[in-house]
């Protein structure tokens, strides 16, 4: 038996594979290939649009995949959630669906927005945004370089971003964030019915998780005489309590600990100062709570 699973092909591509990788399954593609292979014989694995996963999940043609629940709510599709991953192509945070208008248009707030036309890829999920405020507007489909149709063809856009960067550079102004959107491993409801696929996705969520934990903590060892051990305690912060290990015929102990990565420039120099000794910094694959 095989999981078909779905990812996303383009921008994300990249950044989906690196985190397989670290999660243990290693991702090949070939030249003009839709279909990579993979180290796991269970896995069958296509690439195509994010935009287009969440519809061929939900009408069961993949038994699960990875895209943003913005592409999700714009497909309507009815799909099980089965992990939020914070990951996408730039930045490690979620990224916003927003309404923008020229950076001197009049419009302040949505409100504004009542008989003007909307351009944007996500059709669905901007007129739901809009009816739910109660304003009418005209939203049409964008097929691309939206950000330049403000304002001599629309009076606004709604526009996926990450950092805000290309619509600042495209003199924008932001009125309005419709959705926050993170990246979703999902399945449809039959697999997640069946009780090999779902075992099977939830081991997958487990990997990804682990991976996605990984990336901002590192490993700390380092041996402490017996006269300063409570000291460093003291000074290590960690997930848990610190590991703390005799060595063998010695009044010394090991210490291991993990912890935020950006703790570390400024803690390994307290460390030594506080009397430890043979300090390691280690990277990690995977942090499973």
Do not use: C
């Not at 302040?108 to 944007?120: C, E, N, W």
């Amino acid at each position: 038996m095989k999981l078909r699973l779905g990812l996303p092909k383009g921008s994300l591509q990249e950044a989906t594979f690196e985190l397989f990788r670290h999660a243990g399954f290693n991702i090949t593609t070939h030249s003009r290939s839709y279909f990579p292979t993979v180290n796991d014989p269970e896995l069958e694995i296509l690439l195509m649009r994010a935009q287009e996963i969440p519809r061929y999940v939900n009408e069961g043609v993949l038994d699960a995949g990875i895209s943003g629940l913005d592409w999700i709510m714009e497909n309507n599709a009815d799909v099980v959630e089965v992990a939020n991953m914070v990951y996408s192509k730039r930045t490690p945070r979620p990224i916003s669906l927003v309404l923008a208008v020229a950076e001197d248009s009049d419009i302040r707030d949505v409100s504004d927005l009542s008989g003007k036309r909307i351009a944007t890829e996500l059709v669905n999920a901007t007129e739901k945004y809009l009816r739910d405020q109660g304003v009418e507007a005209t939203v049409e489909y964008s097929w691309g370089a939206t950000e330049v149709k403000v304002p001599h063809l629309v009076d606004a856009i709604a526009e996926l971003t990450e950092t805000g960067n290309s619509l600042r550079a495209n003199n924008l102004r932001i009125i309005a964030t419709i959705l926050e959107s993170t990246t979703r491993l999902h399945a449809n409801h039959a697999a997640w019915a069946d009780p090999w696929k779902r075992k099977k996705l939830e081991s997958i969520s487990v990997l990804l998780q682990g991976a996605l934990q990984a990336r901002s903590k590192v490993g700390l060892k380092m041996n402490v005489p017996d006269g300063v051990l409570d000291t460093i305690l003291d000074v290590l912060p960690a997930m848990k309590q610190p590991s703390v290990s005799r060595l063998v015929d010695s009044n010394w102990v090991a210490i291991e600990v993990i912890l935020d990565e950006i703790q570390v420039r400024d803690l390994i120099p307290a460390l030594k100062s506080a009397g430890a000794q043979d300090i390691i910094e280690y990277p990690l694959s995977k942090v499973i709570p």
